[in-house]
């Protein structure tokens, strides 16, 4: 298994750009979350998913979009990328039965906007 | 609201000497309390879940309890190789889709 891949691993993007950060994972997991992650406020929830076709907001949604077309992925798009979404991007995917749940993170994407 | 603290910020231990991390949280129902270790320039790597109050779960050197309102993470006797940021999220009853994290906890072990 490859557990949770992310492309690309460094971006550079000018104010105003739009991208699209990639997000997979080969375990089945029904459950997918994309996190920011800045120095001194922790991880911070964007957007996750259910499953196939159901998606949600987290804390900070502002500025992005995701959709879930399969289980496997789950992209995330900045739709006009600011200098307030420099940040290192993880994406997530939990194992759950019952009450047990373990999340799996991504080595993460860092994103420069100038 | 939701919300997690974790300290001290930063940590540092000299090989062997053994101490604890605090996670303090609020939150309306605990689902979960999960511990994660993560390297530099790298994803947070799942340790434990916790569930109840009185829990605890080890592995290796790290120990993790929990109480209503906190979790420690004790480090026995640690090594170079525990150097690392540790972090602490809560998932609560009402949304168990939504994962609250601290800002973690830094530790630096020297030889």
């Known amino acids: 298994n490859a557990g949770v891949t992310q492309t690309p691993k460094f971006q550079v993007l000018k104010t105003g750009q739009s991208m699209t950060l990639q997000c997979a994972q080969d375990?089945?997991?029904?459950?997918m979350s994309w996190y920011r992650q800045d120095p001194g406020m922790g991880l911070r929830l964007i957007h996750y998913?259910?499953?196939?076709?159901?998606?949600d907001q987290g804390e900070v949604p502002n500025g992005y979009n995701v959709s879930r077309s399969t289980t496997e992925d789950f992209p995330l798009r900045l739709l006009s990328a600011a200098p307030s979404q420099t940040s290192v991007y993880f994406c997530?995917?939990?194992?759950?039965?019952?009450?047990?749940?373990?999340?799996?993170f991504g080595p993460g994407t860092r994103l420069l906007v100038l | 609201e939701d919300q997690v603290t974790q300290s001290p910020e930063a940590l540092r231990l000299q090989e062997g000497e053994s101490s604890s991390l605090n996670c303090s949280y609020t939150?309306?129902?605990?689902?979960?309390l999960f511990w994660y270790r993560q390297d530099p320039g790298k994803g947070p790597e799942f340790l434990f879940t916790?569930?109840?109050a009185g829990e605890e779960k080890e592995k290796e050197r790290l120990k993790a309890t929990l109480t209503k309102k906190e979790s420690f993470l004790h480090i026995t006797a640690p090594k170079p190789e525990d150097s690392a940021t540790y972090l602490c999220?809560?998932?609560?009853?009402?949304?168990?889709?939504?994962?609250?994290f601290g800002s973690g906890t830094k530790l630096n072990v020297k030889p």
């Open positions: 997530a995917s939990s194992y759950r039965r019952g009450r047990q749940e373990t999340q799996y």
């Open positions: 375990m089945n997991h029904e459950y």
């Open positions: 998913s259910v499953g196939a076709g159901i998606t």
């Open positions: 939150v309306s129902g605990l689902r979960g």
């Open positions: 916790l569930y109840s």
């Open positions: 999220a809560v998932q609560a009853t009402n949304n168990f889709n939504k994962f609250y």
